[in-house]
């Protein structure tokens, strides 16, 4: 995960103007601050997947940025497949693909986001189109092989538990 995020944050430095540029101890400083974060090493240790779910959302961020959207997408569906809460995130990937940038810099964001090249463009489109076919692919594979009680084990029970425990709330050991 260090490399990942250490190729984001050298993209977008690099992608800066001359005179806005970091300093590359500070891509060091961001770097650190992610691997050596106290959740990020503890969360493994209980037996939760969210590093690996962490590690596909910022795949899918590094090949958005790279604008390889077919493989954004499939990695962005992948980590939706892993667990439900990363779709939270469709939204910041879909407004963020041909956005106009300079209308941002003017403080226009609405304008912004539909961009000059209008709201459904084919790149939004296409990433969309992937991410969603992963998902959907990947969930009625599993549907089929395991059957209902994958769909109300994965998603469902979501809706229904009580389970005050499940969670990574600073109060969770105090609850024991």
């Known amino acids: 995960m260090g490399i990942v995020f250490w190729k984001l944050v050298e993209a977008q430095r690099n992608s800066l103007p001359e005179d806005e540029k970091a300093k590359r101890g500070s891509t060091i400083v961001y770097v650190s601050l992610m691997l050596f974060n106290p959740l990020v090493i503890g969360m493994p240790t209980r037996g939760s997947n969210d590093n690996i779910i962490t590690l596909l959302v910022f795949l899918a961020i590094f090949f958005v940025l790279k604008k390889q959207y077919i493989i954004g997408g ?86 229904i538990r009580k389970d005050h425990r499940h969670n990574n709330s600073v109060y969770f050991y105090m609850i024991y």
């Not at 940038?101 to 209008?118: C, D, M, P, V, Y």
């Not at 709201?119 to 992963?134: E, H, M, Y």
């Open 74 to 159: 499939i990695l962005y569906g992948l980590s939706v497949h892993f667990k439900i809460y990363p779709i939270i995130y469709c939204f910041v990937f879909y407004f963020f693909i041909d956005m106009d940038r300079k209308l941002i810099a003017e403080g226009k964001t609405l304008q912004a986001i539909s961009s000059l090249k209008g709201f459904f463009t084919k790149d939004r489109l296409v990433f969309t189109f992937f991410s969603a076919g992963t998902f959907i692919g990947l969930t009625g594979l599993f549907y089929y092989i395991y059957g209902y009680e994958f769909l109300y084990e994965s998603y469902l029970y979501h809706f």
